[in-house]
């Protein structure tokens, strides 16, 4: 993984004592809320419903066993001994004390971490695949280039007050884990018919409010252009971007009212215009990629694991479920799933972030990513380790046989942190997992991603799930509407809402009643979301509105 130089340590080392002073002048009263707001989101801190919410970034998800321990430390230093993975691969804390934020910036800057551009009207953190450098399907690992356009966006002079928000997703695999169609700018690094590396552009996606399929704009970007090119798509933004509507601010809406190929027209002018003068050189290329040389994989790491399986059916399912098939001979990949009964998903406990860090040490060259799904991943583990690990895992409660089922849910913090939530979402969970506990009949359905979100904000990306479950307030109390055809994968695709919201309390049964009409009418081996497609969505609304 990257490590930082010089430059990278003061640069971070300098804002954290700039954001000290700032801190220290609000509490003093030297600084209004309105002067404070945009300097404390440029350091990924919100005033949540109970409390202060710092958001730290991690780089396209990918840790080191060092700093999930610092993690660690900080959660049961100046938290309240946990914290949460969100679906764009950062962490957040949710209950700090707002004198003691500076301290926290502190200690994260002795292990290469901040919580710069972790929110504002900024570039956010950069995400990617959490399977980049290990999936067999991979074509060009994307890191790298994430490092890369890390390096260029951070603390950028003419994007630190664009018109909202903007997020970049990098992927590099045949399948698209990166949701990369739903983000400002979606990149896709490939090769051409001729080997030489590119990148397909794509620009104008995004969810919340106005949830929109990015579309693309270049098919094919030569390797030297990709800063140029990037940055040629944000200064059209930048200039004509609504300020006047924050609803309306997003590029997207720019995208969709100028037309993608007016839009086109003005970025490939400015980029003509710009493009000699940010060449990415083959030598920059090569220095960043050497940090992302494969470990030194052993040879001889095979096992059994058919007859492991067999004679330990919970390992079976775990191995079937949790793990991954990876591009080295004789290892996998395993999810670490943080999605127990009873646990809100993504919530992680300080002891369990010091385990993973010493089973990362033990089994995965000393390294963890975080993965959109809100689950934790250790990327090169032996074959003949698996078992160990998955007693160790289990013992942790981080062990769960559900990776990319019903009950591995993405969910938001909704009403009970968010500020911003109409309705709960942690608690609606925790119903439908209360209903999908039978693992036999959770199997038997097969795949089905479920998030939930407690506002039009779409946090949890409701919009492109299997499942979509959006909060809405209706005269001060909680209802929920529901979409269903979702996906953001490789066809992504916008769900499409099913009928009027429920209540609160019905949400749990409704879900089971869209699952029961999908086992009764479904195919065989016809996955949730294939049914949805050939069968529409009336067999499903008759069904939940039969007694409305």
């Known amino acids: 993984m990257y490590q930082y130089d010089q430059y990278d340590q003061t640069l971070v080392d300098e804002r954290v004592a700039q954001f000290r ?7 003093a009263g030297q600084l209004t809320e309105d002067q404070f707001r945009p300097l404390r989101l440029m350091n990924g801190l919100y005033i949540q419903t109970h409390a202060p919410m710092l958001r730290v970034g991690i780089p396209y998800g990918l840790l080191s066993s060092r700093q999930l321990r610092k993690l660690a430390h900080i959660a049961r ?6 914290a949460h993975i969100t679906t764009r691969q950062n962490i957040q804390y949710n209950w700090p004390k707002l ?22 009207n900024c570039i956010r953190s950069v995400t990617s695949d959490h399977l980049a450098g290990i999936a067999p399907d991979e074509i060009v690992d994307p890191r790298p280039f994430c490092e890369i356009i890390r390096q260029w966006a951070t603390l950028h002079p003419e994007f630190a007050f664009l018109p909202r928000k903007f997020k970049i997703a990098v992927s590099g695999a045949q399948r698209d884990r990166a949701a990369t169609q739903l983000h400002d700018i979606g990149v896709h690094v490939l090769r051409n018919a001729a080997g030489a590396m590119g990148f397909e552009i794509l620009v104008g996606g995004g969810l919340g409010r106005t949830p929109i399929i990015g579309q693309v704009i270049r098919p094919f970007l030569e390797q030297q252009h990709l800063l140029s090119y990037l940055e040629a798509i944000l200064r059209v933004y930048n200039r004509f971007g609504r300020r006047d509507n924050k609803y309306k601010a997003r590029i997207k809406i720019l995208v969709k009212e100028e037309g993608l ?4 027209q003005q970025v490939e002018a400015e980029w003509l215009r710009i493009r000699d003068g940010l060449l990415l050189d083959q030598a920059e290329v090569d220095r960043v990629s050497a940090f992302f040389a494969p470990p030194p994989y052993a040879g001889n790491t095979a096992a059994d694991l058919t007859a492991l399986a067999q004679s330990d059916a919970a390992f079976g399912r775990w191995l079937k479920h949790n793990t991954v098939p990876h591009k080295a001979a004789g290892y996998r990949g395993v999810f670490v799933s943080l999605k127990a009964p009873g646990i809100p998903p993504g919530d992680i406990t300080d002891q369990q972030l010091d385990a993973v860090a010493d089973l990362a040490d033990r089994y995965s060259f000393g390294q963890v990513r975080s993965a959109h799904t809100q689950n934790l991943v250790l990327a090169d583990v032996p074959e003949n380790a698996l078992f160990e690990l998955w007693r160790q895992l289990a013992a942790l409660n981080l062990a769960s046989p559900n990776v990319g089922m019903a009950t591995d849910m993405i969910c938001c913090p909704g009403l009970d942190f968010c500020s911003l939530a109409n309705a709960a979402s942690l608690s609606v969970a925790q119903d439908i997992y209360q209903r999908l506990d039978d693992l036999d009949y959770l199997y038997d359905i097969g795949e089905v991603r479920i998030n939930i979100s407690g506002c039009m904000n779409g946090c949890a990306h409701q919009t492109v799930g299997h499942i979509g479950i959006l909060g809405v307030d209706k005269h001060g109390e909680e209802w929920y509407q529901l979409t269903l055809g979702g996906s953001s994968s490789n066809e992504a695709t916008l769900g499409e809402r099913l009928g009027p919201s429920v209540p609160k309390a019905e949400v749990a049964d409704v879900v089971m009643t869209i699952l029961k009409v999908y086992v009764a009418q479904r195919r065989d081996d016809e996955s949730f979301l294939q049914a949805v497609y050939r069968l529409g969505l009336d067999p499903f609304k008759e069904q939940v509105y039969a007694n409305r």
Do not use: C, W
């Not at 230093?77 to 946990?82: A, C, I, N, Q």
């Not at 190929?261 to 086109?264: A, G």
């Open 77 to 82: 230093t100046y938290d309240k001994g946990y």
């Open 99 to 120: 004198e003691q934020v500076p301290d926290i910036l502190a200690e994260l800057a002795q292990v290469q971490m901040h919580a710069i551009q972790t929110s504002g």
């Open 261 to 264: 190929d007016n839009f086109r």
């Open 21 to 27: 002073d700032q801190t220290r002048r609000f509490l």
